[in-house]
T-cell receptor, first 112, second 115 residues
Framework: GPKVLQIPSHQIIDMGQMVTLNCDPV?????FYWYKQILGQQMEFLVN????????KSKLFKDQFSVERPDGSYFTLKIQPTALEDSAVYFC??????????FGPGTRLTVL | GDSVTQTEGQVTVSESKSLIINCTYS????????LFWYVRYPGEGLQLLLK?????QKGSSRGFEATYNKETTSFHLQKASVQESDSAVYYC????????????FGLGTRVSVFP
C-alpha cells in the first residue's frame, strides 16, 4: 500500500541545537500531521497542515516548533531550540480525506 | 478531553486460538467519534486495520472485527483464530468528524502469537 517515509530514523543532538525532521508523504495526499510519542506513553497529536497552512495544533506544539512543506516536497518539523523534553519518537502521517491517515515509521529524537 | 483506554499492555496467545483486545473510550467534546484500530507489525509503520464511523456498526478486516458500542463506549477487537503473522502492536484510536485535533490513541496492546 501507500507508504510514508521519514528521514532520518534516528537523530541525536545537543540541547539548544536546531533539528529538522523530514517526512515524505503519499504523493496525492492533501493533509499532513505530526504526532509525538514519549517512551511508555500514548502517541499524541501535535499539528495538522493543509494547503500550506497549519490548521490545528495541540498544546504540545510549542513556539519552538514549526512545520512547512516548501514546493510540495518534504513535510518538515523543525524544532529550534531543542529541549530535553523533546526527546521522543515523532511520527508523520498523511491523508487524502482526513479519515484514513497513513503513518511513517517514526524518527527517534534524542536530545542530550 | 478525549481518551482511549486499552487495559492490556501485552497479550500472549497460541496459534489458532481466539483473541480479544479491549478498548474503551471517553470523550467530552465529540458526540459520535469515529473509531479506529491501527496495527504496527515489527519493523513497519502504523497501518489502519479497520474503522467504524457509525455507532452500532461493525468493521472487519483480515479476520479481525470490532463493533462500535455507544452504550458501553467500547470498541473491542476480536479474531476467532489467530496466526503467528498477527503478532504486532494494536492501537485503538478515536477522531472527531472534522479530525481537527488529529487522532487520540490508546497505549497499544502487544500481541504475541506462539505456534
Amino acid at each position: 500500500g501507500p507508504k510514508v517515509l521519514q528521514i532520518p530514523s534516528h537523530q541525536i543532538i545537543d540541547m539548544g541545537q536546531m533539528v529538522t525532521l523530514n517526512c515524505d508523504p503519499v504523493s496525492n495526499h492533501l493533509y499532513f500531521y505530526w504526532y509525538k510519542q514519549i517512551l511508555g506513553q500514548q502517541m499524541e497529536f501535535l499539528v495538522n497542515f493543509y494547503n500550506g497552512k497549519v490548521m490545528e495544533k495541540s498544546k504540545l506544539f510549542k513556539d519552538q516548533f514549526s512545520v512547512e512543506r516548501p514546493d510540495g516536497s518534504y513535510f518538515t518539523l523543525k524544532i529550534q531550540p531543542t529541549a530535553l523534553e523533546d526527546s521522543a519518537v515523532y511520527f508523520c502521517a498523511s491523508s487524502f480525506d482526513r479519515v484514513e491517515q497513513y503513518f511513517g515509521p517514526g524518527t527517534r529524537l534524542t536530545v542530550l | 478531553g478525549d481518551s482511549v483506554t486499552q487495559t492490556e499492555g501485552q497479550v500472549t496467545v497460541s496459534e489458532s486460538k481466539s483473541l480479544i483486545i479491549n478498548c474503551t473510550y471517553s470523550t467530552t467534546s465529540i458526540a459520535y467519534p469515529n473509531l479506529f484500530w491501527y496495527v504496527r507489525y515489527p519493523g513497519e509503520g502504523l497501518q489502519l486495520l479497520l474503522k467504524v464511523i457509525t455507532a452500532g456498526q461493525k468493521g472487519s478486516s483480515r479476520g479481525f472485527e470490532a463493533t462500535y458500542n455507544k452504550e458501553t463506549t467500547s470498541f473491542h477487537l476480536q479474531k476467532a483464530s489467530v496466526q503467528e503473522s498477527d503478532s504486532a502492536v494494536y492501537y485503538c484510536a478515536l477522531g472527531d468528524r472534522n479530525y481537527a485535533q488529529g487522532l487520540t490513541f490508546g497505549l497499544g496492546t502487544r500481541v504475541s502469537v506462539f505456534p
